[in-house]
Each structure stands twice: as structure tokens, then as C-alpha cells.
Nanobody, 123 residues
């Protein structure tokens, strides 16, 4: 399975961006998908995840209410809508996918990773 992350960019605080994660597999609907982010010198941090079976979503506290995760299985794509962006959201954002039982918080739970897309928020 190959994942292609896109949609990052340079924006100002308060702006919005939509990240996309496109998968190469036709069985994408059976994968749970997450976004992680990583800033220089910091560990990879969980951002959000969506469950394959009922589209349950989870968010880290710092983005809840500002970010919305959704998926379109007809396009094999997951979207992360980011609003009210803050400078502390600046990071390289990775999408990841796993098949099997629901789990979401640790990078070690995910089998497949995209290449990352940079989000930079200026103050």
C-alpha cells in the first residue's frame, strides 16, 4: 500500500488548509487512517485518526474543535481539514494506515506511511 500526502503549505495564523492522503489500494475502506506530525527535535505526535468500520474519529486535545478528519472511500482518500491554524501547528504531517483492530495513538500501530507534507503557520 502506498500513501500520498499532499496539501501542505505556508499560511498565516488563523488560516485553513486541507491535507489529503491518497492510497493506492482498492481495499482502502478496510484501513484505519491517522495523521501524525513531527517538528524538528521532537517526537512524532498523534494528531487524528479515523476508524475503517464506522468512521469513528479521534483527535489530540490541541487540535480538537479546529481539525476535522473525514474519508471518501470512493476516492481512496482521507482529508484533514485544518482551521484556525496556529504557529504551534507547524510541522511535517504524515498520514499512516493500519489494517486490523482499532488502535490509533502510537506510530508503532501503523503499517504504512506516506512521505509527509509540510505545514508552516506564521504568526
Amino acid at each position: 500500500v502506498q500513501l500520498q500526502a499532499s496539501g501542505g503549505g505556508l499560511v498565516q495564523a488563523g488560516d485553513s488548509l486541507r491535507l489529503s492522503c491518497a492510497a493506492s489500494t482498492r481495499t482502502f475502506s478496510t484501513f484505519s487512517v491517522a495523521w501524525f506530525r513531527q517538528s524538528p527535535g521532537k517526537e512524532r505526535e498523534f494528531v487524528s485518526a479515523i476508524k475503517w468500520s464506522d468512521e469513528t474519529t479521534k483527535y489530540t486535545d490541541s487540535v480538537r474543535g479546529r481539525f476535522t478528519l473525514s474519508r471518501d472511500n470512493t476516492k481512496n482518500t482521507v482529508y484533514l481539514q485544518m482551521s484556525s491554524l496556529k504557529p504551534e501547528d507547524t510541522a511535517l504531517y504524515y498520514c499512516a494506515a493500519r489494517i486490523g483492530s482499532w488502535g490509533y495513538g502510537s506510530p508503532r500501530m501503523y503499517n504504512y506511511w506516506g512521505q509527509g507534507t509540510q505545514v508552516t503557520v506564521s504568526s
